[in-house]
């Protein structure tokens, strides 16, 4: 069925990494913009990052910028989502989104994946 | 960036009844070259993912019921549910999706009275 399913999510240590995943399945991933949608706990959806579909351009919330990047292998319908550098603010549950239509609304959403930093 | 803000930030309504949704972007999220309002509404429940239920302001996405109704254009848009059911009960926010980044509104809880 048409599903997207993050993982790597844990516990990590301020200015420690982690890279995310989000594995697609249903749909042809290799021609659909995807982002990362975020929710700090008892909050509201804060947009991370987005990935054109061949990977060709990249954008970033400027909360993140400099600390994060996105990727992705349409060879193995994953999406990426690396942060480095982590922050107590950045603790939320990651959503991985896939765009409708080249617009940037967002009609397929993973379960999620809860990062929580700290020491 | 475009702030949306909706009110209210909560709303109890009796079932049956309807419930309505504001939402207020800081500039315009009509683009004039096809007409059409770059704005969409999504329901959350607890413990889920968000789901879309209206984009481009007005149009219903696959599935939703047709109790669910978007409106407006420019800066101002609405969402109504017509005849509130147990299962309306969520968080909803509105998107901009007109410019980077996108923004979302705070979500306004509902809840039955």
């Known amino acids: 069925q048409v599903q997207l399913v993050e993982s790597g999510g844990g516990v990590v240590q301020p200015g420690r990494s982690l890279r995310l995943s989000c594995a697609a399945s249903g749909f042809t991933f290799s021609t659909s913009g995807m982002h990362w949608v975020r929710q700090a706990p008892g909050k509201g959806l804060e947009w991370v990052a987005i990935i054109y579909y061949d990977g060709s351009n990249k954008e970033y919330a400027d909360s993140v910028k400099g600390r994060f990047t996105i990727s992705r292998d349409n060879s193995k319908n994953t999406l990426y989502l690396q942060m480095n550098s982590l922050r107590a603010e950045d603790t939320a549950v990651y959503y991985c989104?896939?765009?409708?239509?080249?617009?940037?609304?967002?009609?397929?959403w993973g379960r999620g994946t809860l990062v929580t930093v700290s020491s | 960036d475009i702030v949306m803000t909706q009110s209210p930030d909560s709303l109890a309504v009796s079932l049956g009844e309807r419930a309505t949704i504001n939402c207020k972007s800081s500039?315009?999220?009509?683009?004039?070259?096809?007409?059409?309002?770059?704005l969409a509404w999504y329901q959350q429940k607890p413990g889920q993912p968000p789901k879309l239920l209206i984009y481009?302001?007005?149009t219903r996405e696959s599935g939703v019921p047709d109790r669910f109704s978007g409106s407006g254009s420019g800066t101002d848009f609405t969402l109504t549910i017509s005849s509130l059911q147990a299962e309306d009960v969520a968080v909803y926010y509105c998107?901009?999706?007109?410019?980077?980044?996108?923004?979302f509104g705070q979500g306004t809880r509902l809840e039955i009275k």
């Open positions: 500039q315009s999220v009509l683009y004039s070259s096809n007409n059409k309002n770059y």
């Open positions: 989104a896939r765009e409708a239509a080249a617009v940037w609304y967002f009609d397929l």
């Open positions: 481009w302001a007005s």
């Open positions: 998107q901009q999706c007109y410019s980077t980044p996108p923004t």
